[in-house]
């Protein structure tokens, strides 16, 4: 079992930067792959970024392609998401996830999902 819990979020301006946190414990983090998410009111969970168990492999989708930095530390069993030149269509609540394989992230079928940060960005 793996626990992951998101920080970092808040409301900002359009053109500002934002980094979120998400803090593992439970099972060996680092054998996992981990993503994040986001859905905004009445729309579905849209993939947004995924990094491989080694930090050696990234995607995401061109919506956020650019702007937006997924790492992880795995010494602090923790990952991050650095948005920058935020948009009000960032706005959503952002998930945390972990999954066995990196595809289970690209195809938005993590084994762990975290509770969520709201990200607002006026404009």
């Known amino acids: 079992q793996v626990q992951l819990v998101e920080s970092g979020g808040g409301l900002v301006q359009a053109g500002d930067s934002l980094r979120l946190s998400c803090a593992a414990s439970?099972?060996?983090?680092?054998?996992?792959?981990m993503g994040w998410f986001r859905q905004a009111p009445g729309e579905e969970r849209e993939f947004v970024a995924t990094i491989n168990w080694s930090g050696g492999n990234t995607y995401y989708p061109d919506s956020v392609k650019g702007r937006f930095t997924i790492s992880r530390d795995i010494a602090k069993n923790t990952g991050y998401l650095q948005m920058n030149s935020l948009k009000p269509e960032d706005t959503a609540v952002y998930y945390c996830?972990?999954?066995?394989?990196?595809?289970?992230?690209?195809?938005?079928?993590?084994?762990?999902w975290g509770q969520g940060t709201q990200v607002t960005v006026s404009s």
């Open positions: 439970g099972r060996t983090f680092s054998m996992y792959a």
């Open positions: 996830a972990a999954g066995g394989r990196i595809q289970q992230l690209m195809n938005g079928r993590p084994d762990y």
